[in-house]
């Protein structure tokens, strides 16, 4: 093999890239830790289904009034609660692009 091949970047202009890289990397870190830590709530069937879920998309809670549970069929409360679920997951979603959005620079989640 030649010689010169495989050599990494020469190390005098690529320290402070590393450097920055390493920055944005712990950033992000603490941005998708305090996102862990934040919640949204989406209700559905007029707040008788509300379903508490974080921003790094982790289910918390899935509240069900016993008033519905009185009146309602298991396809109807299937629907409600899925429902719920997905408007919070889409909320969850939202709320993590907005926070990691600027450090990721655009990239999906």
């Known amino acids: 093999m030649a010689k010169g091949f495989n050599k990494g970047p020469a ?3 690529g320290g402070g890239m590393m450097q920055q890289l390493q920055r ?3 950033q992000l870190a603490e941005a998708q830790a305090k996102l862990a830590e934040e919640t949204v709530t989406a209700t559905a069937g007029g707040g ?3 379903v508490v879920m974080t921003g790094d998309q982790k289910c918390k809670t899935v ?3 016993a008033d519905l549970l009185k ?7 299937q629907d409600l609660v899925l ?7 889409d909320q969850s979603r ?5 926070k ?3 450090l990721a620079g655009g990239l999906p989640f």
């Open 11 to 13: 190390m005098g202009g």
């Open 24 to 26: 944005m990397q712990q």
């Open 48 to 50: 008788a289904i509300k």
């Open 63 to 65: 509240e069900i009034s």
């Open 71 to 77: 009146d309602a069929d298991a396809e109807m409360l």
């Open 83 to 89: 429902s719920a679920v997905n408007m919070a997951l």
């Open 94 to 98: 939202e709320l993590a692009s907005q």
């Open 100 to 102: 990691l959005g600027p």
